[in-house]
């Protein structure tokens, strides 16, 4: 069975950092795009960030672009997000998600695999 269990998460002040990790099991996604979205309350879920297998050009949304940081290591099958210059806009449940593919992107749809979340609230 096919596990991705976020942590990291939690409550901190405008300008701090946190960093968000997300462990697989079940499988290895060494091979996989790999993703981070968030739900922040009374909106759709969005895309934030997600790498390649191979560590090439990650990409992220335009409000995190320059304070938020994807990477993983295949070796522990995890992926993280470094998160800093946090703002109370950056407030949401951020879930990690996984594909089949090798090749990342940006929408919801194309992410075979999702964790259960973990908060993070940012008071401004």
């Known amino acids: 069975q096919v596990q991705l269990v976020e942590s990291g998460g939690g409550l901190v002040q405008a300008g701090d950092s946190l960093r968000l990790s997300c462990a697989a099991s079940g499988r290895t996604f060494s091979r996989n795009a790999m993703g981070w979205f968030r739900r922040a309350p009374g909106k759709e879920r969005e895309f934030v960030a997600a790498i390649d297998w191979k560590l090439r050009n990650p990409r992220y949304a335009d409000s995190v672009e320059g304070r938020f940081t994807i990477s993983r290591d295949n070796a522990k099958n995890t992926v993280y997000l470094q998160m800093n210059s946090l703002k109370s806009e950056d407030t949401a449940v951020y879930y990690c998600?996984?594909?089949?593919?090798?090749?990342?992107?940006?929408?919801?749809?194309?992410?075979?695999?999702w964790g259960q979340g973990t908060q993070v609230t940012v008071s401004s």
């Open positions: 998600a996984a594909r089949v593919s090798v090749l990342l992107h940006t929408a919801n749809y194309a992410y075979d695999y």
